[in-house]
């Protein structure tokens, strides 16, 4: 089992930045990959970013390019999502995801089925 605790979120203007946090705890050393989706009321949970864990490799949706960037602290067992140049729309709860092997085919990450464990979400809210 791998445990996720989401960090930061809040209330930001829109153009402002926000960073936000998670700490993998438990059988951490099964990672393969870990990342963020986020929810806005009435819609479906979406994918936002990824990282694997052993070659650093990044995935961003389309929508945040540019402007969110996630990162990890190996030591800390936890992955980072700063978001800048923050929109209305980017307004959600994010949540944080983990995934352990069998890991899904190719560039798999955007789905949802195939990450195992979930943080509890972090609101973040953008005001224009």
């Known amino acids: 089992q791998v445990q996720l605790v989401e960090s930061g979120g809040g209330l930001v203007q829109a153009g402002g930045s926000l960073g936000l946090s998670c700490a993998a705890s438990?059988?951490?050393?099964?990672?393969?990959?870990m990342g963020w989706f986020r929810q806005a009321p009435g819609k479906e949970r979406e994918f936002v970013a990824a990282?694997?864990?052993?070659?650093?490799?990044?995935y961003y949706t389309d929508s945040v390019k540019g402007r969110f960037t996630i990162s990890r602290d190996n030591a800390k067992n936890t992955v980072y999502l700063q978001m800048g140049s923050l929109k209305p729309e980017d307004t959600a709860i994010y949540y944080c995801?983990?995934?352990?092997?069998?890991?899904?085919?190719?560039?798999?990450?955007?789905?949802?089925?195939?990450?195992?464990?979930w943080g509890q979400g972090t609101q973040v809210t953008v005001s224009s």
């Open positions: 990282l694997t864990w052993s070659t650093d490799s990044t």
């Open positions: 995801a983990a995934e352990v092997p069998p890991v899904g085919p190719g560039n798999h990450y955007y789905s949802r089925r195939w990450w195992d464990y």
């Open positions: 438990g059988r951490t050393f099964s990672l393969y990959a």
